[in-house]
């Protein structure tokens, strides 16, 4: 037994336990873990709004108008003397449901642009990608704003409008991951065994790209909340009587001074809302695409 | 030992990373004397460059550094803010892997060099001027005067890599580390780089530690041969001996993998398995995972340093029998 | 050079007329026809007619479409439902304050966002470099309009130390009146040599300029940091620190110069956000620029006026990223000398 065959010796692999895993995970993570914390109770309270709200959202009762935060309404009442916790609440609803769609429109109409003008490339590449690079040279907020003003106004145009100026950006970040893509063997041998352009482009391309793609959803999701709620703040997005928290600060404009509450609370919605998915998009890039880790 | 001017004691490198950290290097040791031309070889990822970097204190954060760095006479590691810049350029001079990344590409390659002139010596602009047209002559650069108003895109790596040589020895250093400074470059160039540093090692009594991964670079440069293997220095003598009777198993591999200019990094797949992962790096002695001769005792037992005759010295346990 | 230089400039053209075409689409295709926006409540046939011929709606449409753009090239955008002028006109009147306002802010976020983004990155992974990364992370998350609110409530309704909203006071202006030659105020009186004047318009656009530059200096701040982050992991930051040049001298003048071409796109992007926050800003602060004009042409269904001024801005904003553009000659030896 003197010579023992080479590469033969298994290396010495350390097998954590999940509990480890976890915290190691948590304690690398902890933005994206208090982020996503905070989203969840968010999401369920505005899953939850009718169970929760202490009072008819819309129900309007003059003898508390303006009424200071109490025992019984923590946030106070607004100039209708409607319930604004209650409001708050459901403005949540109307905020995850904008960002929500937005995004998946955007993403929807991104998508499969980026997707054909980074496959085909040539021609139909220069005539999409420049077509869409016109849609990012108007300055950001405006287009909506154009938009809405020719679709009307309202909460469902001014999320059209958004998704509309929004979807350039997925169709860039697809046409690059897409190019990527294409170039990598495995597509190429595809290609070569004779498997169609449709079928190549779904079944190799496509899921190679989500990742950014995710990453930039999951970070413009809170950005289309806070645009939207600016539409409905000048006016030209949610109307009343949809509960918007953007709507909610518009309509208090007059008397905010003396009644801080009308304005803070939906304010400070939309901060604690954006910011813990914001953290969750940062999180999800550092976990998906650790090239641009921030946080170490 | 009065004739040692770089010498690496127990030099250990780790990076923190969540749970385990990367021990880049693990307890090497060697000296380089005066006046010689040391190759230090080994794959990629063995510790090299970082042992390279640790001797100008440029290990980056978060790495740690422990053990010891003495420069003519000095300690480096742990060095104040002041000695490390005498220590940079002043005594000891770097190049770098890739020339066409190492220059600014928003300065002028003269810009660039009268900076750094004038930080290790007494001159003005002009003064510094002048050292850098006599630098650059001295690598043979043809018309210096035109070289140093150009940016460095607009030169070829060859040229660059030159400039970079310039740019070294215009400080006059005690000595010079090339961080595989021919990798990035064509085979034709690689040959007149090593020449050029070969001929300053020579007539300018330059004490060279060149890194490579390409032992052809060794035998035609090297007076003498460190091979570093996972973190140390597992075999160390002139390179004649080296060549003809390496002793490490890790090294007689090494050198059986066709010694022959630029085609260093395809010839070490040869070698089979994978450097191993220096988050848990093996027990006993690194290589035992790839040896065909390893043993139960290399598994448990990490190997100490043995001298075989004058300067040749090995850390293996198996060795004596085998040479 | 001169090749790079035609073919941004025609690029630019190209685009603007990309831009003209999305607008004229909006405008002609899409429901909502400015013809009922224009001749009001319930109108006869004729009166249709009539309207749809004098807005030449009755030709073809590649007609329409090449009038539209002969008019948007002359600046025609047509006349203003509300304020029945030309919106070129009201455009010039209103322009100059919203420039103002986001020229003013543009200065503040590089002076303040660059100078604490290098700093954190130089920095990085230290009490400065963490309180800035975290105030930028949740500065994003605030809405421009509630940074004015904020700000409003803070510096009027509680410390009363600055106007709630408006460009200047009015009785000031009748007592103070200045001759309008750049169409900045903070120029012009000065110009005036009106301290009273001067001093009310500098508190007037103090709120609004920092609700701008408090919105935008976040991305300022970070994007700095980030694109310093990644210049001292280049190699030649690591050559000058080890030929001995003082760190100093490597941060500030090796990486920053490095950090200036993708900087120069940060503040062309920034210029851009700044205009569209601007809207929103000067609804908050009642500023008379074009923000508030095309918020309420767009509430009182004036197309021509909301065509008219998202056209001029995306000029505007166009203009400054072919200026950014150009300005990488200057900057970047790799283009300047081939």
């Known amino acids: 037994m003197s010579t023992i065959p080479g590469a033969s010796w298994p290396q010495r692999v350390v097998r954590p336990s999940w509990t480890l895993k976890l915290r190691f995970f948590v304690s ?27 009072y008819d959202p819309v129900a309007i009762d003059f003898s508390v108008k303006l009424g200071a935060p109490g025992p019984d309404h923590w946030m106070g009442n607004d100039e209708l003397g409607r319930d ?64 809405t003003a020719a679709i009307g106004v309202g909460l469902v145009n001014a999320m059209i409008a ?37 079928r190549v482009m779904l079944r190799h391309a496509l899921p190679n790209c989500l990742t950014p793609v995710i990453v930039q959803g999951s970070l413009d999701f809170g950005y289309t909340i806070l645009a939207a709620a600016s539409l409905s703040f000048i006016g030209i997005g949610a109307q009343p009587p949809e509960i918007e928290w953007g709507l909610m600060a518009a309509a208090s404009r007059t008397n905010f001074l003396e009644f801080w509450w009308t304005v803070t609370f939906p304010g400070l919605a939309i901060f604690i809302t954006v910011l813990s998915i914001n953290l969750v998009g940062d999180g999800i890039r550092d976990i998906l695409d650790p090239r641009f880790q921030e946080f170490r | 030992m009065s004739d040692v001017v770089l010498e690496i004691r127990d030099l250990r490198v780790e990076f923190p990373e969540l749970g385990r950290s990367v021990q880049a290097v693990r307890g090497c040791g060697f000296g380089v004397r005066y006046g010689e031309v040391l190759g230090l ?3 990629s990822g063995c510790g090299k460059s970082v042992t390279a970097l640790a001797c100008l204190g440029l290990v980056p954060p978060p790495g740690r550094v422990h053990g010891s760095i003495i420069v003519d006479g000095e300690e480096v590691i742990g060095a104040s803010r002041k000695a490390l810049a005498d220590l940079r350029g002043g005594k000891v001079a770097m190049i770098f892997q890739n020339p066409g990344k190492a220059l600014n590409p928003f300065f002028t390659v003269g810009r660039q060099m009268t900076d750094v002139i004038r930080v290790h010596r007494p001159v003005d602009r002009s003064g ?118 390496p002793a490490h198993p890790y090294t007689r591999k090494l050198m059986l993998t066709a010694p022959r200019l630029g085609r260093g990094k395809t010839d070490l797949d040869v070698i089979p398995g994978q450097v191993p992962d220096m988050r848990a790096p093996p027990e006993g002695c690194a290589f035992h995972t790839r040896c065909s001769h390893a043993l139960e005792l290399c598994r448990k037992v990490s190997p100490l340093t043995e001298t075989l005759d004058g300067d040749h010295t090995v850390s293996c346990h198996r060795a004596k029998e085998l040479v | 050079m001169y090749r790079y230089v035609t073919q941004r400039i025609l690029l630019l053209i190209l685009t603007l007329i990309g831009v003209v075409t999305i607008t004229f689409v909006l405008g002609r295709v899409l429901p909502g026809s400015p013809v009922e926006l224009m001749i009001g409540y319930r109108p006869n046939q004729e009166q249709i007619e009539a309207a749809r011929k004098a807005l030449g709606l009755d030709l073809p ?12 090239i002359r600046g025609d955008f047509g006349v203003s439902l509300h304020t029945k002028q030309p919106v070129i006109t009201d455009i010039a009147i209103r322009s100059t304050a919203t420039l103002e306002l986001t020229v003013l802010a543009v200065i503040a976020v590089v002076l303040i966002g660059v100078p604490i983004g290098v700093i954190s990155a130089v920095r990085s992974n230290t009490l400065v470099d963490h309180a800035t990364r975290s105030i930028s992370i949740a500065g994003v998350a605030l809405p421009v309009f509630m940074v004015g609110i904020l700000l409003q409530m803070l510096f009027y309704g509680d410390l009363g130390w600055l106007p709630l909203q408006g460009r200047i006071g009015s009785l000031v202006l009748l007592d103070h009146p200045f001759e309008i030659v750049t169409g ?155």
């Open chain 1, 84 to 147: 604004v916790f209650s409001r708050v609440l459901y403005g949540a609803r109307t905020s995850l449901m904008v960002g929500l769609m937005v995004t998946v429109m955007a993403i929807a109409l991104g998508l499969p642009i980026g997707l054909l003008a980074g496959y085909f490339g040539g021609r139909l590449d220069t005539v999409l990608m420049r077509l869409s690079d016109v849609f990012l040279a108007f300055p950001p907020l405006l287009l909506p704003i154009a938009i």
């Open chain 3, 61 to 72: 449409l590649y007609i329409q479409y090449l009038h539209f753009l002969g008019d948007a």
């Open chain 2, 128 to 245: 510094a001027r002048d050292l850098a047209i006599e630098a650059l002559e001295l690598v043979r650069l043809p018309d210096p005067r035109v070289v140093l108003g150009k940016y460095p895109h607009q030169l070829s790596g060859g040229q660059l890599q030159r400039v970079m040589v310039a740019m070294a020895v215009s400080c006059d250093p005690l000595i010079l580390i090339a961080d595989e400074p021919t990798t990035a470059l064509d085979v034709t160039i690689q040959g007149q780089i090593i020449v050029l540093i070969r001929d300053l090692a020579q007539s300018r009594g330059l004490t060279v530690l060149f890194i490579t991964h390409d032992q052809g670079v060794v035998a035609s440069l090297c007076d003498r041969v460190a091979v570093m293997y996972a973190g140390r220095i597992v075999e160390m003598g002139s390179s004649d001996v080296l060549f003809n009777r």
């Open chain 1, 28 to 54: 690398g993570h902890l933005l994206f873990v208090a982020g996503a914390t905070v989203f969840g109770i968010i999401l369920i309270m505005a899953t939850l709004a009718p169970l929760i709200a202490p």
């Open chain 3, 184 to 338: 900045f105020y903070l120029i012009d009186t000065v110009l005036a040599g009106s301290w009273t004047a001067f001093s009310s318009a500098a508190s007037h656009i103090v709120l609004p300029a920092t609700a701008l530059t408090l919105s935008t200096l976040p991305l300022v701040t970070r994007t700095t940091r980030n694109m310093m982050m990644e210049v001292l992991q280049e190699d030649y930051v690591r050559t000058a620190i080890a030929y001995g040049l003082p760190v100093r001298h490597v941060h500030y003048r090796y990486a920053l110069k490095a950090t200036l071409i993708p900087l120069m796109t940060i503040v062309g992007l920034t210029f851009g956000v700044l205009l569209g926050g601007s809207v929103v800003v000067e609804f908050v602060f009642d500023w008379p620029g074009l923000g508030g004009y095309v918020v309420r042409s767009i509430t009182r269904s004036d197309f021509p006026g909301t065509i008219g001024v998202t056209l001029f801005l995306a000029t505007i904003y166009l203009s400054i990223n072919l200026v950014v553009d150009l300005l990488y000659f200057v900057v970047d030896p790799r283009l300047s000398s081939p």
């Open chain 2, 41 to 43: 070889i080994g794959e």
């Open chain 1, 162 to 198: 958004l998704a509309i100026s929004w979807f350039p950006w997925y169709a860039r970040i697809m046409r690059g991951a897409v190019m990527r893509v294409k170039s990598e063997p495995y597509v190429m041998a595809a290609r070569a065994m004779g498997v169609g352009h449709g």
